[in-house]
């Protein structure tokens, strides 16, 4: 029997006014200043009571963006690219920045949650549709994990990936790098929120792949030191978040969706599944990257981080099939299909943001020429 997939918590009225059938131009970038704005305002919640009006145009284009992006198959990019970025900044205050403290004023905000719940309740009814579910349900699970494992470790160039390991300029590496730091500055932090809780084989193997992501506790060899030390090749930008936006919303997307995953509980299988996806997968991604830097001639520190992932990561993977996502199969036989889903979801998006990658790192190497 299928269990539910997305929850539905109780969703709010967008505002007082009923915008079906508004003609109205949406200024996505005015409205996501105004969210940031909210996110600021001391007591959001009291002050949003007193005034409604303060979330009028923020709340019209949040409106607009559910219909654009999930509703009538547009492909709607900016719709997509707002909801995306307006979840992540919500999302976010889920981990510690080391920074201003009253940045987390908010972030037990029931409003912030309410946007959250219905942004994630229409994005991942379109996400799974995209899914057949039922045929899942069918497998036999540990097998179709270890098929899996063993076609995605050493798979045949995409045309996105030839185009990296063949093609890419020097400047293009750079906006590889510059779009990457998003996730690698930060690595390994989503996968702390589900580390909680009672003890056994599974939890201490998904905690030494936390442990070697941190370097095992040594700044020095923490794996977003060694992506820092790319950036620094290059003279770029090495704070966190410093090139948020050029991140495509696809990329943006598989960010928010581990957020999901870690911090539902309800989702643990699907996690698992998707970690063992993106160790799996990863070495043969990080390969590509260490071609294109290989061919361009450049230092050992420009490339440093994609050597050590290599190694580090072909070892995660085996952990990850074989003492996380298949004993979890065995925890769980009644529900071991939602491993697998995790598993195809996250390959799906992977692929997905992967493409818009390339395509934006064409668009940039055009531009520098």
Same mark, same amino acid.
């Given at each position: $029997?299928?269990?539910?997939?997305?929850?539905?918590?109780?969703?709010?009225?967008?505002?007082?006014?009923?915008?079906?059938?508004? %003609?109205? +131009?949406?200024?996505?970038?005015?409205?996501?200043?105004?969210?940031?704005?909210?996110?600021?305002?001391?007591?959001? #919640?009291?002050?949003?009571?007193?005034?409604?009006? =303060?979330?009028?145009?923020?709340?019209?284009?949040?409106?607009?963006?559910?219909?654009?992006? /999930?509703?009538?198959?547009?492909?709607?990019?900016? +719709?997509?690219?707002?909801?995306?970025?307006?979840?992540?900044?919500?999302?976010?205050?889920?981990?510690?920045?080391?920074?201003?403290?009253?940045? /987390?004023?908010?972030?037990?905000?029931? /409003?912030?949650?309410?946007?959250?719940?219905?942004?994630? %309740?229409?994005?991942?009814?379109?996400?799974?549709?995209?899914?057949?579910?039922?045929?899942?349900?069918?497998?036999?699970?540990?097998?179709?994990?270890?098929?899996?494992?063993?076609?995605?470790? #050493?798979?045949?160039?995409?045309?996105? &990936?030839?185009?990296?390991?063949?093609?890419?300029?020097?400047?293009?590496?750079?906006?590889?790098?510059?779009?990457?730091?998003?996730?690698?500055?930060?690595?390994? &932090?989503? =996968? &702390?929120?589900?580390?909680?809780?009672?003890?056994?084989?599974?939890?201490?193997?998904?905690?030494?792949?936390? =442990?070697?992501?941190?370097?095992?506790?040594?700044?020095?060899?923490?794996?977003?030191?060694?992506?820092?030390?790319?950036?620094?090749?290059?003279?770029?930008?090495?704070?966190?978040?410093?090139?948020?936006?050029?991140?495509?919303?696809?990329?943006?997307?598989?960010?928010?969706?581990?957020?999901?995953?870690?911090?539902?509980?309800?989702?643990?299988?699907?996690?698992?599944?998707?970690?063992?996806?993106?160790?799996?997968?990863?070495?043969? +991604?990080?390969?590509?990257?260490?071609?294109?830097?290989?061919?361009?001639?450049?230092?050992?520190?420009?490339?440093? /981080?994609?050597?050590?992932?290599?190694?580090?990561?072909?070892?995660?993977?085996?952990?990850?099939?074989? #003492?996380?996502?298949?004993?979890?199969?065995? $925890?769980?036989?009644?529900?071991?299909?939602?491993?697998?889903?995790?598993?195809?979801?996250?390959?799906?998006?992977?692929?997905?943001?992967?493409?818009?990658?390339?395509?934006?790192?064409?668009?940039?190497?055009?531009?520098? &020429?």
């Amino acid at each position: $029997m299928q269990s539910n997939l997305v929850e539905s918590p109780p969703t709010f009225t967008v505002g007082e006014h009923d915008y079906i059938g508004v %003609t109205k +131009a949406t200024n996505y970038q005015s409205a996501e200043q105004q969210f940031i704005e909210l996110l600021a305002i001391d007591n959001l #919640d009291k002050k949003l009571e007193k005034e409604p009006a =303060l979330r009028n145009e923020f709340e019209h284009a949040l409106f607009v963006a559910i219909h654009a992006a /999930y509703q009538n198959d547009s492909g709607d990019d900016a +719709a997509h690219r707002f909801l995306q970025r307006i979840l992540y900044r919500i999302n976010r205050l889920n981990l510690f920045w080391y920074d201003d403290l009253r940045h /987390y004023t908010n972030e037990r905000s029931l /409003y912030l949650s309410q946007v959250r719940n219905q942004i994630e %309740t229409a994005w991942q009814e379109w996400e799974i549709a995209q899914i057949d579910v039922v045929e899942l349900q069918k497998l036999d699970v540990k097998q179709a994990l270890i098929d899996r494992a063993a076609e995605d470790l #050493d798979p045949p160039l995409s045309p996105e &990936s030839r185009y990296l390991h063949e093609q890419m300029s020097e400047a293009g590496y750079r906006h590889l790098l510059a779009i990457a730091s998003f996730d690698g500055l930060v690595e390994g &932090s989503r =996968l &702390s929120r589900i580390l909680g809780g009672t003890a056994n084989e599974v939890q201490c193997t998904l905690i030494r792949v936390l =442990l070697e992501e941190y370097g095992n506790g040594r700044f020095s060899r923490k794996h977003s030191t060694f992506f820092a030390q790319m950036l620094n090749e290059f003279g770029m930008n090495t704070e966190p978040e410093g090139y948020f936006d050029l991140v495509p919303w696809q990329v943006l997307a598989c960010a928010n969706h581990n957020f999901l995953m870690t911090e539902c509980k309800r989702h643990y299988l699907r996690y698992g599944g998707g970690l063992t996806y993106f160790e799996v997968a990863g070495p043969a +991604a990080y390969r590509n990257y260490l071609a294109a830097a290989q061919r361009l001639g450049l230092s050992d520190a420009a490339m440093g /981080y994609w050597e050590l992932h290599i190694r580090e990561d072909e070892r995660h993977g085996r952990w990850m099939l074989d #003492d996380v996502a298949l004993p979890l199969a065995d $925890m769980y036989p009644d529900l071991a299909w939602e491993i697998v889903l995790g598993y195809d979801q996250e390959k799906i998006m992977s692929d997905r943001a992967a493409k818009a990658v390339v395509q934006a790192i064409r668009q940039a190497e055009q531009t520098d &020429s």
